[in-house]
């Protein structure tokens, strides 16, 4: 007999301390006492902004006025299958009260959680909500180029900057000296409390140097058809360019994807941008955090927020 399955919108409550919001089911419910996300189901005829508006209005009091879609994920309980429309809650009228009498407590997701235990489903969202939410890819090429390149990696990671991809597929030097470039820009992010990652484009015996892989589309479907279901020691960020290699990606169980390209670039200049509604559409498939990537920018980063992404991966546009 198949289980139910249940479509829920979950709100990630954010103050702009960047805190989060988790109730306690109270006693009376299933997994009473489990901490959680606030939401509930989606009825009949409910796009999910309005159940999750609905949903929280009846149980914290507030009206959402800034709601960003993010991350759609299925999880299955011992007594039915639960879709999460997981989306982030940015602004909000009235203060959050417990009207269903469950506790509440704000929490900073970069830390230890201190209430628990967590239901099973809210825990990835707490991890995913630790990725940084911009991705600067290298785009160095010549000697020439690697100075530029590193005052400008300097410049963001004082700002901000917390996650890079060493990416030099077309270098046109000396492979010793790349391996050595690569070498000072993870020793300038792990200086910055930044996280770099190599892409699978560069030798297999440099990838221990970084804190995690990101694969290209071709290398992750060869992972794949190998039959691998784990990734390297770190992060996992997979490039995708249609849903079948989304799909390879969650089989590999990526950390987050790479989905492009969204606007026009002149390094794609002769393929088609796939556009900010086909970006949306494809994203709620991955089941994780997804970067745009193609003509991304600080200027875009919104727009992207809006449409489903978790934040933007840049090679030229600044992206803080």
Known sequence: MSKPYIRVAAGLILDERGHLLLGQRPAGKPWAGWWELPGGKIEAGESIKQALVRELHEELGIRATQIYPWVTHIHEYPKNIVELAFCQVTAWEGTPQGLENQDLAWVDPQDPIDVGPLLP????PLRWLQL?????????????GVQPFMVRLKAALTTGLRL?????????????ALYEIFRDIVALCHGHGAQCLINSAHP????????????????????????ARQHP?????????????????????????????????????????IGWDQFEQWAALAGRPV?????QSVDTAQTARQHGAHGIAAIRGPIL
């Open 291 to 295: 970067f745009a990537l193609g003509g």
């Open 204 to 227: 297999a015996t440099w990838w221990a140097q970084a804190d995690g892989v990101h694969l290209r589309a071709v290398d992750a479907q060869r992972l794949a058809a190998k039959g």
């Open 164 to 176: 890079v991809q060493f990416r030099e597929p077309n270098w046109t030097g000396a492979p010793d």
């Open 132 to 144: 940084p939410t911009r991705y600067l890819i290298s785009h160095i090429v010549t000697p020439e």
């Open 233 to 273: 020691n770190g992060l996992l960020g997979v490039s995708a360019h249609n849903p079948e290699e989304i799909q390879v990606a969650r089989t590999l169980n990526a950390d987050f994807i790479v989905l492009g390209h969204v606007l026009d670039t002149p390094s794609h200049a002769e393929d088609a941008a």
């Open 121 to 124: 489903a809210t825990e990835p």
